[in-house]
């Protein structure tokens, strides 16, 4: 019975480049698959434990700029590399940022977390503006193509489309998986009751920095998924709006559990390429506000909430606890 | 790359394909995708460029050929992956047979690499004006029928040299490719004709605060002649602003968007500067041109009080590029089949009467026409508006000079020209 639904979201994925468009399968399907990845990650801080970080998108355009710097130099700025090398540099690079980001914020709780990251977010935004021989300034790097491999081409829209499903399904299910470890656990720990677990002898603040280093680097993965995705990357892929859009995504997923922020891309790239459709155009992002207000009115917990609790009351099952993280509510505290 | 895109697209593809090529059959509709900027500080220019594009479908009745016109928009903010988003929503997802669009420099350079990727799309600029658009490895299929950003200042340059007398100037500027091509045009002829430049300052898109900028400018002139303000949108209203509230009486010449109608229609401190700067672009409000009054009258019809005084720069420049695309349709008779070659061939050579003259293209695709010298007068009534001190005729796309002396110039960034003091 429990496999019925994971089954059907695969076949799902797997048929889904057959039933749609070639804007479905990238501008929709690819995008939801990268951007949910890097939602992920801020899924994963947030639920397990307990800290709520505005900088995961520059952590995943630290990704996404190394990737470009790397593979695709342009106007004398960059330093071509084999691709498995250049790769392996983003990845390593957004671990780092990661980690440094984590140094900074690990002393602080709730609110002081979101503004402490928020701050390095818009730091690193304007680095990125204003830096001309790492990040080309204004105009960023133009042109990044995925590598092709004996012959596929990973840019093309199927190839690009199942790569995407490969590795947003490896950090989803590595999340699940490393919330089960004694790390994972240790985090969840130290998310409930801090001061219990200093006294068994952890050392809380080392765990808290290691949780933001493996959150940069599922962000990291994200981010490069998101750089091939557009060619290019500039100062406005790290900017407020988007920095913003992550959070929101989230909460729109329900920032409680794994799945949320695959949900929450979805709807978040669904709404915001088609809200012009059904308004006059001047007045379309007050539609796209007014969708997300509604959800987080009603439902605190974004859609797996929503879904999560017609489920329990549709059936009567009481609510399985195998883990997943506490209501939000919760969260922050 | 392209033909593999299309090679792996599919089933699901190919239909989607063949719904976009059954549109070349008699009778069906073509779709016009436009896409401006509608968020950002780009916003007011962005609407006023939509309004450009409608006006032009509704001049031509809506239809071509018995082919119905349909018209749908898409939105961006001023950043390159935001604008192909939306590009790709209209042409992959709409199923957009011509695109307009977009408004803004690097956005331009960004969708013109999209083209290559869409064959089987023709595109057509909006109000974007970088000069890489159409000079670095252009697309086939993108065609650019307004002028661009260095063409609109290469005649000020030496208009303020010989006719104001200016040798010493500061130079306050967006920091993005169309304000480089502003200035690189500005000073080629500008440092030509033995002008120095002391010192720049670059800004970047959707500052507010311009504190620190303004504490290194001289209030009024001195060794310092003026200063060149190439902002747009609120951007440039927000320096004005707070130059004004400073007491700064430096006169000032402008990039073509600081005397654009969505800027002199502002209201406030910034409107007291407005009055007696010199300008240069492809359009001027006062021109008694027939086809400019025209223009003017069409627009003000259709839109009363809706629009602007005066259409703007971007109403102007989308209208041109759509009116371009709709008689080329016309000359072909809606005939969009084989990738749109007889379409792009018509576009290719086609010279028509835009609301500033004629324009035509060149080999790389790109608009040669007229560029007007203004300067910001105050109407009756209060509004504000551009009167042209002086019409250059033909600005090419290398400035006048050939193309090799032209290319050696290389490409503009902050640093290139360069002529200090």
Same mark, same amino acid.
């Given at each position: ?333 | ?25 008699? *009778? ?64 992959? &997802?709409? *199923? ?136 747009? *949108?609120?951007?440039?209203? +927000? ?5 004004? &509230?400073?007491?700064? &009486? ?6 073509? +968007? ?27 409000? +006062? ?25 703007? @720069? ?11 695309? @709709? ?16 379409? +792009? ?51 090419? &796309? ?10 050696? @110039? *290389? ?11």
């Amino acid at each position: 019975m429990r496999w019925i639904l994971p089954l059907a979201v695969i076949a799902l994925l797997l048929v889904y480049p057959f039933v749609v468009n070639s804007f479905w399968l990238v501008q929709i399907g690819g995008r939801t698959l990268g951007f949910g990845t890097i939602v992920l990650s801020l899924v994963f801080l947030t639920a397990y434990t307990g800290m709520l970080s505005l900088a995961q998108m520059s952590v995943a355009g630290v990704a996404g700029y190394a990737t470009a710097y790397f593979t695709a130099p342009t106007s004398g700025v960059g330093l071509l590399l084999p691709w498995p090398l250049a790769l392996i540099l983003a990845l390593g690079l957004a671990t780092v940022a990661g980690l440094l980001i984590g140094l900074v914020a690990v002393r602080t709780r709730g609110i002081y977390t979101l503004m402490i990251t928020l701050a390095v977010a818009m730091a690193f935004y304007f680095l990125t503006l204003q830096n001309y021989d790492l990040f080309n300034g204004y105009t960023g790097f133009n042109n990044v193509q995925p590598p092709v491999i004996l012959g596929l081409d990973l840019g093309a829209n199927l190839p690009f489309y199942y790569m995407s499903v490969v590795l947003a399904a490896a950090c989803y299910f590595g999340v699940r998986h490393v919330v089960r470890t004694p790390f994972g656990l240790a985090l969840q720990g130290l998310r409930d009751e801090p001061d219990r677990l200093r006294a068994l002898g952890y050392n809380v603040p080392l765990l808290r920095v290691l949780a933001f280093g493996l959150a940069g680097f599922i962000a990291g993965i994200g981010g490069i998924l998101n750089i091939w995705l557009n060619a290019s990357i500039s100062p406005g892929s790290v900017a407020l709006n988007p920095v913003i859009d992550v959070l929101m995504a989230g909460v729109l997923g329900g920032i409680g559990h794994p799945i949320g922020a695959y949900i929450g891309a979805f709807v978040f790239t669904v709404v915001d390429n088609f809200a012009i459709d059904f308004i006059a155009r001047e007045r379309f992002n007050t539609l796209i506000g007014l969708i997300f207000l509604a959800i987080v009115l009603f439902s605190p917990d974004g859609l797996t909430g929503l879904v999560h609790r017609a489920w329990t009351r549709g059936t009567g099952w009481a609510r399985r606890n195998d883990g997943d993280a506490r209501e939000t509510d919760d969260i922050g505290k | 790359m392209n033909t593999q895109r299309f090679m792996l697209g599919t089933a699901a593809t190919l239909a989607a394909l063949m719904g976009s090529t059954a549109l070349a059959q008699d *009778g069906e509709t073509i779709t016009i995708g436009g896409l401006a900027t509608l968020e950002g500080p780009f916003a007011a220019p962005g609407e006023d460029g939509l309004r450009g594009v409608e006006l032009a479908i509704h001049e031509f009745g809506g239809e071509i050929a018995g082919h119905p016109i349909e018209f749908i928009t898409a939105s961006s903010d001023g950043n390159p992956d935001v604008a192909l988003e939306s590009a790709r929503r209209l042409v992959e &997802q709409d *199923g957009a047979d011509i695109m307009v669009g977009p408004l803004s420099g690097s956005e331009g350079i960004r969708i013109a690499q999209y083209a290559k990727e869409q064959p089987g799309t023709t595109f057509l600029n909006g109000g974007s004006a970088a000069i890489e658009t159409t000079l670095v490895d252009p697309a086939e299929n993108f065609f650019r029928f307004n002028t661009e950003g260095a063409q609109w200042t290469a005649p000020l340059g030496e208009y303020v040299v010989n006719e104001r007398g200016w040798d010493n100037i500061v130079i306050v500027s967006e920091d993005y490719s169309f304000p480089y091509a502003q200035i690189f045009g500005f000073m080629a002829t500008y440092c030509e004709a033995g002008g120095t430049v002391a010192d720049k300052y670059f800004t970047p898109v959707g500052n507010n605060d311009y504190s620190s900028v303004i504490a290194q400018l001289p209030l009024e002139a001195g060794e310092i002649d003026g200063m060149y303000v190439v902002l747009g *949108g609120s951007d440039a209203v +927000n320096f004005l602003s707070q130059y004004a &509230q400073m007491g700064g &009486q430096l006169p000032i010449v402008g990039g073509t +968007n600081v005397t654009d109608q969505t800027v002199l229609t502002t209201q406030g401190p910034a409107r007291e500067l407005l009055p007696g700067i010199l300008s240069s672009g492809p359009v001027s409000d +006062n021109d008694d041109l027939e086809a400019w009054e025209e223009f003017k009258q069409l627009y003000r019809d259709y839109y009363g009080d809706e629009g602007l005084p005066s259409p703007s @720069l971007f109403a102007s420049n989308y209208y041109t590029n759509t009116k371009a695309a @709709l008689l080329a349709l016309q000359e072909v008779e809606g005939d969009l089949s084989d990738n749109h070659a007889a379409f +792009n061939e018509a576009l290719a050579n086609l010279e028509f009467t835009s609301p500033t003259g004629t324009v035509s293209l060149n080999e790389n695709r790109q608009a040669t026409a007229a560029i007007y010298i203004n300067e910001v007068v105050e109407q009756e009534g209060g509004s504000l508006a551009l009167e042209p001190l002086e019409r250059i005729e033909s600005v090419d &796309q290398y400035l006048g000079l050939d193309r090799e002396t032209y290319m050696e @110039l *290389g490409l503009p960034s902050r640093e290139n020209p360069s002529c200090p003091s």
